[in-house]
């Protein structure tokens, strides 16, 4: 099986079960960095998805959400195909922070730019 096929397979898994996060994720991140090596960014990208729907399904601190989608953007930051696939991630995040069922939080990130 691919590094693809079986980052496929673990975001599935996190899908179906996202309290499984905890047993999948460093194998799962460490794929997503192979698959980001190899080409391979997509299936990097809809594991990087599926890891924050658990994170939302099940926050393990007030912070965690927008931390994570944070660093989703700041690592898509120059891709705007990807970016255009997490803004609505953003827009879920605001609505439940919005309702109530996320806690509202303020992240401070350093500005990740690449400066010339």
């Known amino acids: 099986m691919t590094a693809q096929a079986r980052l496929a397979a673990l975001a599935a898994r996190i899908d179906a079960d996202p309290a499984a996060l ?3 994720r460093g194998d799962g991140d460490a794929l997503a960095d192979e698959a980001d090596r190899a080409g391979e960014g997509d299936a990097a990208l809809r594991w990087r998805i599926a890891v924050l729907h ?5 926050p393990p601190d007030d912070d965690a959400v927008r931390e994570l989608y944070g660093e989703l953007v700041d690592r898509y930051r120059d891709q705007p195909a990807q970016l255009a696939v997490l803004r609505p991630l953003g827009d879920e995040i605001r609505r439940l922070e919005a309702d109530g069922t ?3 939080s303020l992240v401070v990130r350093s500005d ?3 400066h010339p």
């Open 22 to 24: 905890a047993e999948l």
């Open 54 to 58: 658990a994170v939302i399904a099940a």
């Open 102 to 104: 996320l806690a509202r």
């Open 112 to 114: 990740r730019r690449r």
